[in-house]
T-cell receptor, first 112, second 111 residues
Framework: DAGVIQSPRHEVTEMGQEVTLRCKPISGHDYLFWYRQTMMRGLELLIYFNNNVPIDDSGMPEDRFSAKMPNASFSTLKIQPSEPRDSAVYFC??????????FGSGTRLTVV | QQQVKQSPQSLIVQKGGISIINCAYENTAFDYFPWYQQFPGKGPALLIAIRPDVSEKKEGRFTISFNKSAKQFSLHIMDSQPGDSATYFCAARSGNTPLVFGKGTRLSVIA
């Protein structure tokens, strides 16, 4: 298995633009997580899904953030409109039974 | 509210020395305590994990020590090598909840 695949690896966008981050989890994993990593706040859980259903989105910072998982092999995290304070590395991770998360390589988002 | 407090933020260790990273928690319902290792440009990867029914777990040069009464756990890296230079995260979870992570420790092993 190729692991958790995230795209793009880097994204630079202007303030106010829509940004979409993509994730392909490991086949067979029934949990998918979106984390945001910053120096100040470390790894923050934004939202997680179980069997494609959102379970807890209380970590999503604002209504500007939304996430979907239309099927077991694909998830998106969308920010609209983007702001400079959204600049961070966004990680997707997947797992079975909440054990042993496998993280993707992340998307480094820069909003200018 | 930070559920897992990790220290130090950064650590410099001589090659061959012992690296020690500490974590403390408050939630006594936590039942799983993993450590993750992250290299630059990569996502965190599971390194070693422990459950509260044991006080120590060792895998190669990496050891987790767990003190349930003090609500603390630590990662020891014996014979630290330059290749161990990375950011280390402790984490914890209870029941069916997702992992909560410490803020990370940046380890530099110098020759």
């Amino acid at each position: 298995d190729a692991g958790v695949i995230q795209s793009p690896r880097h994204e630079v966008t202007e303030m106010g633009q829509e940004v979409t981050l993509r994730c392909k989890p490991i086949s067979g994993h029934d949990y998918l997580f979106w984390y945001r990593q910053t120096m100040m706040r470390g790894l923050e859980l934004l939202i997680y899904f179980n069997n494609n259903v959102p379970i807890d989105d209380s970590g999503m910072p604002e209504d500007r953030f939304s996430a979907k998982m239309p099927n077991a092999s694909f998830s998106t995290l969308k920010i609209q409109p983007s702001e400079p304070r959204d600049s961070a590395v966004y990680f997707c991770a997947s797992s079975s039974w909440l054990w042993g998360y496998t993280f993707g390589s992340g998307t480094r988002l820069t909003v200018v | 509210q930070q559920q897992v407090k990790q220290s130090p933020q950064s650590l410099i260790v001589q090659k061959g020395g012992i690296s020690i990273i500490n974590c403390a928690y408050e939630n006594t319902a936590f039942d799983y305590f993993p450590w993750y290792q992250q290299f630059p440009g990569k996502g965190p990867a599971l390194l070693i994990a422990i459950r509260p029914d044991v006080s120590e777990k060792k895998e190669g040069r990496f050891t987790i020590s767990f003190n349930k009464s003090a609500k603390q756990f630590s990662l020891h890296i014996m014979d630290s090598q330059p290749g161990d230079s990375a950011t280390y995260f402790c984490a914890a979870r209870s029941g069916n909840t997702p992992l909560v992570f410490g803020k990370g420790t940046r380890l530099s092993v110098i020759a």
